[in-house]
């Protein structure tokens, strides 16, 4: 008896049910393969980045820094004196940049800045306190914003070149700051009582001997400004030298006028203001344009630490007299707008900016604003520049209050006053 193909092996119907028929493909199923995102080598790597990632941004948003690439940058214009290259230096502006701030300066002497229109300005940086105090005066008449922010400090010095400075020390006018090399000092001490009594008499570099250093001068022992009416530093050494004459600060607005009246000379005989003393004084051509001159003391530090930086060394030619009558230039940055306060708080607490003014030759002031740091002697050993004297030892001078200033400074310089 025969068996059906079922029952057969090879039978017809076995074949049409386990194996394709003759000329079809033959295809086979495989198992799906698990997600790659399941595998124990991607979890392996996956998850300790992820966690660590985690991490981070739960970090940046207890800060609140996570949104800063999403904040908008935000422009500030100001105005000032010199301490404007302050905000111009390439690492402060990236560092406000890191903070989406940005600035737009407009460069003028610090009291021509305290005349500027305000209209579209957010602040004004000058050079020193008493324009600050004009500018703050300008906004509570017309009943505005404004916040002042102390920034730094910079004294007033008189740079000029070792000829100069050796004939002053022969004279018994000058001596140099303890600490230094004896035979080429850079910083000297200057009694400027007896300076200013040499321009009160008339009397000449040539009379005063700077022939004994190889050098002939006719004009008259003084040291040159720039313009009082446009510049804190002019404005500045003005009152010293008031201070000096008088022995004090005038009684009144009259009783300064007429002070003004009688030390003018000691201003203006010295020839015509300079616009920009220091860039004068550190090109090759100032000995002869300006022998001495009045600028701040870290624009001397910044010339010298760049010197150094570059592989170049000290500048020995260049010194720096230091008149035993100062005063503490304070710049100060009269916000006029709550975006330029940020500005104002950030320049005075940020560890880097501060860092950086060092850099730039400023004394930073301490955490408690109340007086300039030690931090700038050690700074400047770290980058083999010698550090003036830091000591207490100078007559702390008084600048008359802000009215009789400007009452003096009109009488000296014939200036436009300061609009109300």
Request: glycine fraction near 10%; aromatic fraction near 8%.
């Amino acid at each position: 008896m025969c068996r059906s193909g079922a029952d057969v092996p090879g039978g017809t119907s076995r074949l049409s049910a386990s194996a394709p028929a003759p000329g079809e493909p033959l295809l086979a199923v495989r198992p799906r393969p698990a997600p790659f995102y399941r595998s124990r080598r991607f979890l392996w790597r996956f998850v300790p980045v992820a966690a660590l990632a985690l991490a981070g941004v739960v970090a940046l948003l207890l800060s609140g820094t996570v949104a800063l690439p999403f904040q908008p940058m935000v422009t500030l214009v100001g105005v000032g004196g010199s301490k404007l290259e302050y905000l111009d230096d390439p690492q402060v502006r990236a560092q406000l940049l890191r903070r989406h701030v940005t600035v737009q300066t407009t460069r003028l002497g610090s009291r021509e800045a305290a005349r500027a229109d305000f209209e579209g300005v957010d602040f004004v940086f000058p050079s020193g306190q008493p324009t600050a105090e004009l500018v703050q005066q300008r906004r509570q008449q017309a009943q505005e914003y404004a916040s002042a922010h102390r920034v730094f400090v910079s004294p007033i010095v008189l740079a000029t070149y070792r000829e100069y400075a050796e004939t002053l020390r022969a004279a018994g006018l000058a001596r140099p700051q303890p600490g230094q090399d004896p035979g080429r000092p850079i910083y000297y001490d200057l009694s400027l009582g007896p300076f200013l009594d040499q321009g009160r008499a008339g009397r000449t570099w040539d009379d005063l001997g700077i022939g004994r250093q190889g050098v002939s001068n006719g004009n008259t022992v003084l040291a040159q400004t720039s313009n009082v009416c446009a510049a804190n530093s002019a404005a500045t050494y003005l009152g010293l030298v008031a201070f000096m004459t008088r022995g004090g600060v005038p009684d009144s607005e009259e009783d300064g006028v007429e002070l003004a009246r009688q030390i003018r000379p000691l201003l203006r005989e010295q020839g015509l203001p300079t616009r920009a003393p220091d860039v004068l004084y550190f090109i090759p051509e100032g000995r002869g344009l300006v022998p001495v001159i009045v600028i701040y003391e870290h624009q001397y530090l910044a010339y010298q630490l760049g010197r150094v930086d570059a592989g170049a060394g000290l500048d020995e030619d260049r010194v720096l007299l230091y008149p035993d009558a100062t005063f503490q230039n304070e710049p100060t940055l009269v916000a006029l707008t709550a975006e330029a306060q940020w500005l104002g708080d950030y320049l005075t607490t940020d560890p880097e900016l501060r860092r950086r003014a060092l850099e730039l030759g400023y004394r930073v002031l301490d955490p408690s604003l109340d007086d300039s740091s030690a931090e700038l002697p050690g700074f400047l050993a770290e980058r083999g520049v010698p550090a003036p004297s830091m000591s207490d030892q100078y007559t702390r001078a008084l600048l008359p209050d802000v009215p009789t200033l400007e009452a003096m400074i009109t009488a000296v310089g014939d200036c436009p006053p300061i609009p109300g």
